[in-house]
């Protein structure tokens, strides 16, 4: 089930493409892109595609005014990457301290009315 196009894989295309739309906010298209990765793939780094997916339906539920939505998704993004220093070329030592600063913010934020950009991760691909 791992279809070329071009020289790039459907796999790594969801993936790509899930980084792109969570880069650009567009954080319910990027659960989407990783949510059909994590369904349809036999994945040796599930639970790692799954904590992505978890980021980025904890940002949906803040935007859309879901606090409690927010803090349990943040909280178990973080659970799944607790083993992962790096994959797929993300530094994830790095995000995981971007995501503790984000979740600190979720846990006293009192209602969803601002954010500042500095909490928005960037997911940065080395490879």
Known sequence: MNKKRGN???EHKLFIDGINAFNKRQFYDAH???EDLWLNYKLED???VQGLIQLAVSYFHFFNKNLN???SMMKKSLA???TYEQSRGIDVFYLKE???KVQLFF???IDT???KDRYIIKIEVLD
């Open 8 to 10: 790039i894989t459907k």
């Open 107 to 109: 846990n006293t934020a």
């Open 98 to 100: 971007e995501m503790r």
């Open 69 to 71: 939505g927010a803090r």
């Open 113 to 115: 009315a601002m954010i």
């Open 80 to 82: 799944k990457f607790e």
């Open 46 to 48: 599930a639970n790692f």
């Open 32 to 34: 989407e892109f990783w």
